[in-house]
């Protein structure tokens, strides 16, 4: 358990990306964002209905961040310290060594192979600096984009996973996607090359 800790902050880099801690500064992208139509097409989540929700709403995660509970990164263009989209490690169970993905993006920046990008440095950071053993991602059945991208990285349908949490009001019309870290290591060596 003692190796879910998130302090120093692990700032994650790419060829053009730096995933780094989200600041009080990202409040009027990460307001964008989240109150994208288009980028809540396929997430259930009420809308901020200020960047002042959202400023709270970053303190949150900060303070979450420092007690080990999640990781959330702002994802931004290494040239331009500016937060286009966000990526985060949470419903981390430590005992069960398990977490769930989220991701999400401007979606002035989609389809340029971005979140490819994020992705990769996040499974790489939770399978080998986290002592991560299964990834899932939660996500609905018509987000094409989403899907593609999972399945990039090998990630399958988990049934049982979805059977576990059948009834459950949050997982609606979605389904489970997974990732196991055996899975990863075996084929590290291919899914590093985006
Ligand atoms: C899901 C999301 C993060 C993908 O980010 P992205 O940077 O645009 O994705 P990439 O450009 O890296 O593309 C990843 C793969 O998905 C495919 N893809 C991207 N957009 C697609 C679309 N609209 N329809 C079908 N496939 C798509 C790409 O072709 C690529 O596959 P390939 O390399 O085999 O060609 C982005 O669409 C988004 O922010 N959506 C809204 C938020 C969301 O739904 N988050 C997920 C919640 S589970």
């Given amino acids: 358990m003692s190796h879910f800790i998130f302090n120093p902050f692990p700032d994650l880099t790419s060829e053009r990306l730096r995933l780094r801690r989200l600041r009080a500064e990202d409040s009027k992208a990460l307001y ?112 094409e984009a989403s899907l593609s991208l999972l399945y990039k990285y090998g990630f399958i349908r988990d049934t049982q996973a979805e059977m576990r949490v059948a009834g459950d009001d949050e997982l609606q019309d979605m389904i489970i996607l997974s990732r196991s870290s055996d899975d990863y290591i075996k084929s590290s060596s291919k899914v590093t090359k985006v």
């Fill in 32 to 143: 964008a964002l989240r109150s994208s139509d288009e980028v809540n097409k396929y997430i259930y989540r009420e809308k901020p209905s200020s960047e002042t929700i959202v400023l709270e709403f970053i303190g949150k995660v900060n303070q979450s961040i420092a007690a080990n509970e999640v990781i959330y990164w702002a994802v931004t263009l290494s040239k331009m310290d500016v937060l286009i989209g966000t990526i985060c490690l949470w419903n981390i169970e430590k005992t069960l060594l398990r977490a769930e993905i989220g991701f999400e993006l401007l979606s002035e920046f989609h389809g340029k192979g971005i979140m490819t990008e994020a992705l990769g440095c996040v499974l790489k950071y939770g399978f080998t600096n986290l002592p991560l053993q299964i990834i899932e991602a939660w996500t609905h059945p018509a987000n």
